[in-house]
Each structure stands twice: as C-alpha cells, then as structure tokens.
Nanobody, 121 residues
Framework: QVQLVESGGGLVQAGGSLRLSCAAS????????MAWYRQAPGKQRELVAG???????NYADSVKGRFTISRDNAKNTAYLQMNSLKPEDTAVYYC???????????????WGKGTLVTVSS
C-alpha cells in the first residue's frame, strides 16, 4: 500500500515563506511524476507545480517566480518552496504522484490528505 503524507503547512503573513514536503512510502517501485495541487474554499482543485522523474518542471502562471518544486528521488519526497506568499495562495495543498508499486504494475495516481496553508494580509 502506498501513502503520501504532506507536511509544512501553517499560518504565515503575506510576503512570507513556507516549505511543504510530500513523502511517499509503502510499496514503491518507481515514481514518474510528483505534483502539488491546491484547493481554496469554494474553488476547484488546481495544479500548482509538477516535476517529472528527470527533473523537468511546470508551474501555474500564478506561482511562477515565487514557488519552486523539487524532489529527492532517494527519499521519494517532493518539496514545494513557497516565497512571497499572498493571501490568494490560501488553500489546502495536496500532493499527487504517478507511480508504480511493482515492476509489472501499471502506473497509478495517489493523493495525500492535504495540508492547510493560510496567508494573512
């Protein structure tokens, strides 16, 4: 069984920084892609940033230049460094990963339970 556990959320003032972590554990053979999504109250879940196994990244326009996604393949962990935070970044941040739990297993998507980020003005 695979688990994704996020950590690092909290309350921060506008202009501040936070670093989120997402650790994948359990039966993991390989991780193709890891990403961060967020969902603000009353809004749909949206992609914030993603990183492939080779290191290529993509970002939502709203966070480009402020957020940086990275990963430690040896630790099966992804990070999201968030700088210059704005009140509109307030949301529950979810980790998502496409991975294989075995050599012959298909690629599957897994989600964490989320971590709340609140940015005060």
């Amino acid at each position: 069984q695979v688990q994704l556990v996020e950590s690092g959320g909290g309350l921060v003032q506008a202009g501040g920084s936070l670093r989120l972590s997402c650790a994948a554990s359990g039966s993991i053979f390989s991780i193709n892609f890891m990403a961060w999504y967020r969902q603000a109250p009353g809004k749909q879940r949206e992609l914030v940033a993603g990183i492939a196994s080779g290191g290529s990244t993509n970002y939502a326009d709203s966070v480009k230049g402020r957020f940086t996604i990275s990963r430690d393949n040896a630790k099966n962990t992804a990070y999201l460094q968030m700088n210059s935070l704005k009140p509109e970044d307030t949301a529950v941040y979810y980790c998502n990963s496409f991975l294989r739990s075995g050599l012959l297993e298909t690629l599957r998507s897994y989600w964490g339970k989320g971590t709340l980020v609140t940015v005060s003005s």
